[in-house]
Each structure stands twice: as C-alpha cells, then as structure tokens.
C-alpha cells in the first residue's frame, strides 16, 4: 500500500527547519547551508560525494516516489505568485521527476517542466492534498518536501507514515520551528536514532500500526 513520506528534513538542536528573512538572496534566511551541509557531502547529491552512512540515508529520498507536496515557501521566495518569470528554484528540470503540489492561497495554473515534473498548485486542506497526489502517483508513494509548516501541518493531522529528520548540531536561535504544537507525536511512531561521524543524528519516525480492539 502506498505510504506517505518525509526524507532528509533536516532541523537544528533548538527544531528550527529554516532561518529568517527567507529571500532570494537567502533562501534559508541566516541558516544559510548550514542544516543541509552534511547531504551536500553525499554521493547521493554530488558525483565526487562519500558513500558513507549519510549517503545511506540520503539517497532513500527518490526510490518509490510518485508525487511530492510542498508548501508556497518552499517553491519561492516571499511574492514568487507576483513574479510571472518564477519557476521554482530548481531550473528548467526540478529534481522531483514527478507530479509536485505546491500548497498556496493564490493557485496559479499548472507548470510543466522538463525531467517529468509538473508544479500544480492547490489551496487544499492537508487531507485532500493528499487524496490528489495519492492519485497522481498511480501506486507510488507521496513525499511530504517540506518546508517546516507543512511538515508540521502533515504531522499534526496524522497523515505522515514514515519521516526521515536530520538533526545538526547548530543552534538558529530564530526561524520556523518544528515542534511547536506537536506534543507527544512519539507514542504514534517508532522512533531509532542513529549518529554519524559527520556529526548528525537521523531519526527514523515509523507509524505503529494500529493496535486491534
Ligand atoms: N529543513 C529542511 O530540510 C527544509 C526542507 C524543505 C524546505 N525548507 C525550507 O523551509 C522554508 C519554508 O518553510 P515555511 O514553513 O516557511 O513554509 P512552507 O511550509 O514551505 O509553506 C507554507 C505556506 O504554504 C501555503 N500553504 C500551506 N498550507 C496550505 C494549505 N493547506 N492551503 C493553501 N496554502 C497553504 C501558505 O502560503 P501562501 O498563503 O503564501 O499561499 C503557507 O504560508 C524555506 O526556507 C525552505 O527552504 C527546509
């Protein structure tokens, strides 16, 4: 049966997904790279990248996907619905190769691409976003890109069977955090740990199955 997907969503020690201000220039706002250097070192993400540990983790983010849903401030920055040029930030052939919902209060019409991904854009609750994208993956699993409020969002509303996070050990101080609102997610999931000599720690979240009555 098709799953729903979280991989590589990396936070820092104090659960910040991102920085602030998100702009052009500073997509992550002051985190800059810094939650995401450790899956840049990868071979999954460069040629000349290691194959260790991380890598392991890194590369589960494409196998067995079908469609991706992410929110507006993932696909651009602040004013991107304004800009009739704006294709994302990926180029001309967007790393998904798949369906993509884009999650935003102004829709725009569907953005073909090269590669197989098609951006469509949705005002939709979490719950028929899903229904959508579970559909356009055809039997496939749907992942969940991010950024922190939709994972959040996904998350709170229990639709979330499988997420990979990435802990670094930096402190932001400031951006959007993770956690807030989501007590006691951990008696859903089971939840293995495991530190690498980069210096991350990747946290499986995997949904217990329900206990019968
Ligand atoms: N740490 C990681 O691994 C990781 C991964 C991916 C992205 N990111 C980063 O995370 C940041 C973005 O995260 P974010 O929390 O600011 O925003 P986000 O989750 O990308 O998007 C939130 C926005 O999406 C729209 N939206 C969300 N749910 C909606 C719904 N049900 N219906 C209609 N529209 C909906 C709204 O925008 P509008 O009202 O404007 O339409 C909302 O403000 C970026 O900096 C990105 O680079 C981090």
Do not use: C
Request: hydrophobic content about 40%; aromatic content about 10%; glycine content about 12%.
């Amino acid at each position: 049966m098709a799953i729903t997907r979280i991989h590589n969503f990396s936070i820092s020690l104090d659960g910040f997904a991102t920085g602030e201000p998100q702009s052009l220039e500073a997509p992550f706002g002051h985190a800059g790279h810094k939650l995401h250097e450790w899956m840049f070192a990868t071979r999954s993400w460069s040629p000349k990248g290691a194959m260790g540990a991380d890598n392991a983790f890194a590369e589960r983010h494409g196998p067995g996907i079908g469609a991706e849903i992410m929110g507006a401030n993932k696909f651009g920055p602040p004013g991107w619905q304004d800009d009739p040029e704006w294709r994302g930030w990926w180029g001309e052939n967007p790393p998904f190769h798949t369906p993509t919902f884009v999650l935003t209060h102004r829709p725009l019409p569907p953005m073909p691409m090269e590669g197989g991904t098609t951006f469509h854009f949705l005002e939709a609750s979490p719950q028929e976003a899903l229904a959508v994208a579970m559909d356009a993956a055809e039997g496939q699993d749907v992942r969940i890109g991010g950024g922190a409020s939709v994972v959040k969002d996904f998350l709170a509303a229990g639709l979330v069977d499988h997420m990979h996070l990435v802990q670094v050990p930096i402190t932001l101080g400031r951006g959007v955090r993770l956690w807030d609102g989501l007590e006691g997610l951990e008696q859903d999931y089971s939840i293995e740990a495991v530190s690498t000599p980069s210096g991350v720690t990747h946290f499986t979240f995997s949904r217990k199955a329900p206990v019968a009555d």
